[in-house]
């Protein structure tokens, strides 16, 4: 539909409002120093003030409203990415999040939520094209025009926030509790990353006090992913959520790789009781009593009051540094008793004293010592041994020659043991809320990593198991929900691909038999999309096509070396290994046997290239295609 007058200046209206608000953060961010009452309040202030001012000024141009909302009573409001208040604070747009938004996703013939109608704005940048209203009386479709024009938008660049096509079953998980943690089996295109993301969004403006203070965290697989979709949540208002890899919250770097074998044994869960046994080996009761001369007194605890003391604390189970101490304060509490049935009257400074006497200190050191992580782990790898590991396997994972901690050269999953033993010394920073994308590559050791960081938090879980590529990948999401600490979280699916075609979907689901995940097939609400088989000596001219068209081209083999193609900044050529969680309009797979037969979970591995296209999809081959493939390919 045309733009009205009515339209066009209501827009004129919130840009205005826009600029207003704008101006006046940069103005508070320039004075807000000079009105604090002192140094902390005006850094804490300067830091909000900044953080407000960053909001406003990510996507300038980007429409400020996506949709608007009729209801029953005659109110009528304007949704969009934040709110946008005129100069009386007046709100002219609210934020999506708002709770009067949900009905915007959520409406429908069977359940209007009082909205008589909606609206959706179609945009070209920052420039309103358009509109088209949705009756709810009438029944709707199931996608309307412009939802569809904006779900079929060619790719290029990062990821963008989906904000203006949120359906109803997403907004759900997206509206989910801040203290329920969420499964979402994802089939490709479905929006799973999306919905994550936006649930960071949704949850920190629900909740924000709480989560300002214990954080929010997005995991991602590499950091080609997290630069992916980096832009989605600034676009939405937040810039101050914490996107890491796992790899990156580790405590060491990975600067060697292991051998498929020794990762295999290292990642298993069993090494956390592994190290746990190590660790604790440790502490042993003291062999001779203790002796602490205290001015003209000396105080003496017998060895078997210390063995009982160091039972005790044992059989409490605390953390291993939380136990040193705590044992460190019943000792000095036994000293206090005998000093005050001599009629003393010890006080804070008596009982620092003896704390840290050099007898108190020795007989520490001796029973339970200090240990550092990183020198457990290498003193272990050095010589594994442990009646849960057989002799092949504490082989595989056995240092060629022994090594100190700070000679180590440490691989990922070193890191992780080094970070399981940490954990079990002390407690890491946690987290109010991770998002975890991705998911079903993370091994049992990785999930307890996550785990330890969010105790006291909860937990999106984001994945699609047909995409598992790692050598501990499981079939079903149980497993790895019990080992992330969350057993029995249900598990949502979503099964209707958004971004992915069907004639690309047709040709995907046709490896899920042969991979034997528990997932349902993926179903597409898109008809288009073009697949195509073609020889080998065809894909510099099917380059040269893909280019000549709009949107993003990716070129995805088993290996990279050797293949000369033009250089365009819509082209990426990319090894099958880095093409996880990332999408382009025109995919180009070279040779899926070699992707296959590259790895041990290679059909995984191709499943995941074929459903990177969101509009064409082509297969460049010399070799056989697998089996699973030969009865979808199309005529050559």
């Not at 006080?347 to 990183?374: F, I, N, T």
């Amino acid at each position: 539909m045309a733009v009205s007058s009515d339209e066009l200046e209501f827009l004129a209206a919130v840009h205005a409002a826009l600029t207003r608000m704008l101006d006046t953060a940069t103005h508070r961010v320039a004075t807000g120093a000079d009105v604090a009452g002192d140094r902390w309040t005006a850094e804490r202030l300067g830091r909000m003030l900044k953080s407000h001012l960053k909001e406003l000024r990510e996507e300038p141009d980007a429409p400020p409203y996506f949709g608007a909302l009729h209801l029953t009573d005659g109110e009528r409001y304007r949704i969009g990415r934040r709110r946008v208040a005129d100069a009386q604070g007046t709100p002219l747009v609210l934020d999506w999040r708002a709770p009067v938004s949900r009905a915007f996703h959520q409406a429908r013939a069977a359940d209007p939520q009082g909205v008589r109608a909606r609206r959706r704005y179609g945009w070209s940048g920052s420039t309103l094209t358009g509109y088209e209203d949705e009756t709810l009386a009438a029944g709707l479709p199931s996608l309307s025009r412009l939802v569809t024009e904006e779900i079929e938008r060619p790719r290029v660049g990062p990821m963008r926030d989906i904000v203006a096509t949120i359906q109803p079953d997403q907004d759900n998980l997206v509206r989910a509790g801040i203290g329920d943690t969420v499964c979402v089996q994802g089939a490709p295109g479905t929006g799973k990353t999306a919905v994550g993301l936006h649930r960071a969004a949704y949850l920190l403006y629900a909740h924000r006090r709480q989560l300002e203070r214990a954080g929010v965290l997005v995991l991602g697989p590499s950091r080609v992913f997290l630069d992916y979709v980096s832009a989605v949540l600034p676009a939405l208002g937040e810039v101050r959520v914490e996107q890491r890899t796992l790899a990156g919250l580790l405590p060491v770097p990975a600067v060697a790789i292991d051998s498929p074998e020794a990762a295999l044994v290292k990642h298993d869960v069993r090494m956390a009781g592994v190290l746990e046994r190590a660790l604790w080996s440790h502490v042993n009761p003291p062999a001779e009593p203790l002796s602490v001369t205290d001015g003209s007194y000396r105080w003496r605890i017998p060895v078997p009051a210390l063995t009982a003391l160091l039972r005790e604390v044992r059989a409490e189970k605390p953390r291993y540094g939380t136990g040193r101490e705590r044992f460190r304060a019943r000792i000095v509490a036994l000293l206090q008793s005998q000093a005050e049935r001599r009629g003393e009257t010890p006080g804070y400074a008596w009982q620092q004293r003896m704390s840290r006497s050099a007898p108190v200190r020795e007989l520490l050191d001796r029973a339970w010592p200090r240990v550092r992580p990183d020198a457990l782990v290498a003193a272990f790898l050095s010589a594994p041994a442990d009646p849960a590991l057989s002799g092949a396997e504490c082989a595989a994972i056995r240092w060629p020659r022994p090594r100190s901690a700070r000679a180590a050269r440490w691989t990922e999953a070193d890191a992780l043991l080094i970070d399981e033993v940490a954990g079990m010394i002390e407690a890491p920073p946690g987290y109010g809320h991770i998002i975890v994308d991705e998911a079903q590559d993370l091994s049992p050791m990785q999930c307890r990593a996550i785990a330890r960081r969010s105790t006291h938090g909860s937990l999106t879980v984001l994945g699609d198991l047909a995409q598992g590529t790692t050598l501990w990948a499981p079939a079903s999401w149980s497993p790895l929900l019990a080992h992330l600490g969350r057993p029995g979280t249900p598990v949502t699916p979503l099964t209707a691909g958004f971004r992915v075609p069907a004639a690309v979907l047709a040709i995907a689901n046709q490896l899920l038999g042969p991979l034997g995940v528990d997932v349902p097939p993926a179903r597409s609400v898109r008809s288009d999309g073009v697949v195509r088989f073609l020889p080998s000596g065809h894909l510099p001219a099917v380059v040269d096509e893909a280019l000549a068209r709009e949107g993003s081209v990716a070129v995805i083999a088993a290996s990279v070396d050797g293949l000369s193609l033009p250089s365009s900044p819509r082209l990426t050529v990319l090894p099958a290994a880095l093409a996880k969680g990332l999408e382009f309009d025109h995919v180009i797979v070279v040779e899926p046997a070699d992707i296959v037969a590259a790895e041990s979970r290679g059909l995984n591995r191709l499943y995941v290239v074929l459903t990177r296209a969101v509009s064409r999809l082509d297969v460049i081959h010399s070799r056989p295609l697998p089996p699973a493939l030969r009865s979808r390919q199309a005529p050559q």
